[in-house]
């Protein structure tokens, strides 16, 4: 057994009583069995089997949908396999390229899963968004002469200082790299410090950026936010806040925040398994699971609870006002990039590093609006009360989105560049 084997192993027996608490699917495939997920070869064709496989392994659902551009510059020439580690992540993948390329899940690495998995698969590159990094995978894909690399790198504070703590053990892995292609200086300088060369960190930008909308709501979109609108009773006429990503303790202060207001609150948890945690903090609300795309709308209200799956969007371009979760507490953020694309005015909070490079951008530009834990209701009040305000900040994220384009292009050359 392989020293990192044993290490894994003791960590799952000490980890055990944890995972047994939450629902997770696809162990197997997280072993490494992921041949049924693939297509057989004959069926691909002799042409198929000329194009180089790239796979983009992403680990949930954000890193998931920051690939849209991405996938869909590679598939043209290249069979493009994306790869997630999370439930919901894959599901995301499946939605968003199951017609167009192949999803599978990444494995454990365990030495024997992650060659199962490769065996498998067979990439000619790996490119892992933002910071996937897994020893004993990145070790088996050298060994393979399979290049690696980190596209949309994002390093945090907080994160750096942990792997910084282990530099030692983790610099050869990083050393290994073709290139980290990662957000902004910052990022680059711990990636560099972290065993990098500087000549392979390249800045490039955020993917996220890309796949933004431009401050128009498609047909499709609109329909679908009526949709729920409908089924869940909410008041077209009454101004609705939308919290998106929301985290423990999020969504009864939020609540208390919008009391006395006069608007409805929609509460879009950011983990499925609390759901039913934040329908008992809004007691009383309408769930989404709840309704039907083809029954009677549920009776009046005006707390609601979005507890699905691939439904933010539509809730977003229903709002009014938007607050971004995971941000009033000691979570670090979620992405404001989706509601502000939507051209909706958005709120975060005061802790947002894990999205800092985004949210000072955005901020430079006048298009979001801070707020802290005791002042969130004043300032929805504000934007609702002044619609010049609102208007405004949600045009300038929408401009500025505009300025920080062009990521996934650069992404696809350097990954180009490594198949040659």
Known sequence: MKPLDFIYSLAVLVLAPFWLRKKRGGWKQRLGHVGPMLKVDAEIGSL????????????????????????????????????ATTDTGLERARSLYGKT???????????WAVERFLDAVRPDVVAMVELELWP?????????????????????????????????????????????????????QRFIAMGVTPDRA?????MKWDNANSGVISEKLASRAEKIASNMGIDR????????????????????????????????????????EAAEAMRGCVRRSE???????????????LDTIGELAAAYALADVVVVGRSFGDLHGSDPTEPIGLGRPTIIGPAAGDFSTIVRTFEGAGGIVRASRESLGATIRALLDDPERAQKAAQNGVACIETQRGASSRHADLIRGLIG
């Open 202 to 206: 390249h800045i490039t930008g955020s």
């Open 291 to 305: 309704t039907k795309d083809d029954g009677p709308p549920l009776v009046a209200n005006d707390r609601f609870l």
């Open 48 to 83: 198929e089997h000329r194009r180089p496989r790239v796979l983009l392994h992403a680990v949930s659902v954000g890193e998931v949908s920051a690939l849209r551009s991405l996938v869909a510059m590679l598939a043209s020439d290249h069979r493009v396999i994306v790869s």
């Open 136 to 188: 004993q995978f990145i070790g088996e894909c050298r060994g393979r002469g399979v290049p690696t690399c980190v596209i949309n790198g994002r390093l945090s504070e907080r994160s750096f200082k942990g792997y910084r703590r282990m530099r030692r053990l983790l610099s050869p892995m990083f050393a290994s790299l073709e290139f980290a292609a990662v957000q902004d200086d910052e990022y680059a």
């Open 101 to 111: 390329c192949e999803v599978v899940r990444f494995p454990l690495d365990f030495s």
């Open 237 to 276: 006429e009454k101004p609705l806040v939308v919290a998106g990503s929301t985290g423990p303790g999020e969504e009864s202060m939020i609540h208390r925040a919008c009391a006395g207001l006069g608007v409805q609150l929609l509460c879009a948890p950011r983990k499925p398994e609390r759901f039913d």
